[in-house]
């Protein structure tokens, strides 16, 4: 992906924030709050306090990754798909909540084993999985759901060949992360959404790039002419 197309997604995913910001700072307002909350140390040796943190942690989830799933339809519609409150429980719906916590434990796994052999396969990795849940609300939504494996298999595929352009793409947000620390803390009510929004973007160019079906099903352990054999 070169860096003209690279600066066109992020162009875009800016455009998109800046029209509707009111709306998007509504829709990132709880993922960010928990987000924030989640990275303040606390006594973990008090049971009430661990208790607390980790249902944080369970909101966060709930709530990013809705987002993460509102803001594909958003992109797509070109405008915002609903009210932004109600939105926050997006992946709660029975069509995806299932999918996501086996896909996010999977996954989990995967990269576990990977970065037990070595650090870097496990970086790799996670680029490589990075799109499973995009794929499997793709499929869900038209009504061929994907299997769990199948999910995390077509996303190595779709990233194949774009796992730098990704790294790269992360890496262009350095210096907003430098500006979130300089205005300690308040920019992230606009480099999240940003970020988000961009990674988002990302996903929707690489399906027109490669012509990507996500509903597509995998024989035999190939999909697309995948012939390859590694575990997930």
């Known amino acids: 992906m070169q860096t003209v197309r690279r600066a066109e997604i992020k162009a875009e995913a800016k455009g998109f924030l800046m029209k509707f910001y009111v709306y998007n700072l509504q829709l990132f307002l709880i993922p960010i709050l928990t987000m924030i909350l989640m990275s303040v140390s606390t006594d973990t040796n008090r049971w009430g306090v661990a208790l ?8 966060n989830f709930i709530t990013t990754n809705s987002m993460q799933y509102v803001t594909l339809d958003n992109l797509r519609a070109g405008q915002p798909t609903g009210a932004p409150i109600s939105q926050q429980m997006e992946m709660t719906k029975k069509k995806y909540f299932f999918g996501v916590l086996m896909i996010s434990l999977l996954s989990y796994i995967y990269l576990l084993l990977w970065t037990l052999l070595l650090v870097i ?31 995390i298999t077509k996303s ?62 995998i024989v035999d352990g190939q999909i697309l002419g995948d012939d390859t054999n590694e575990f997930e």
């Open 52 to 59: 607390v943190g980790f249902l944080i942690s369970v909101v």
């Open 121 to 151: 396969p496990g970086i790799i990795k996670s680029f490589s999985y990075s799109q499973a849940l995009n794929l499997y609300k793709d499929s869900v939504d038209a009504g061929q759901p994907l299997g769990y494996n199948e999910a």
């Open 156 to 217: 190595r595929e779709l990233m194949n060949g774009h796992k730098i352009d990704m790294l790269v793409l992360y890496l262009s947000f350095f210096f907003w992360g430098l500006f979130v620390i300089v205005t300690l803390g308040l920019a992230i009510f606009f480099v999240y959404p940003y970020y988000t929004i961009t990674v988002q973007n990302f996903y929707l160019y690489l399906l027109r790039e490669k012509n990507f079906e996500p509903t597509a099903r």
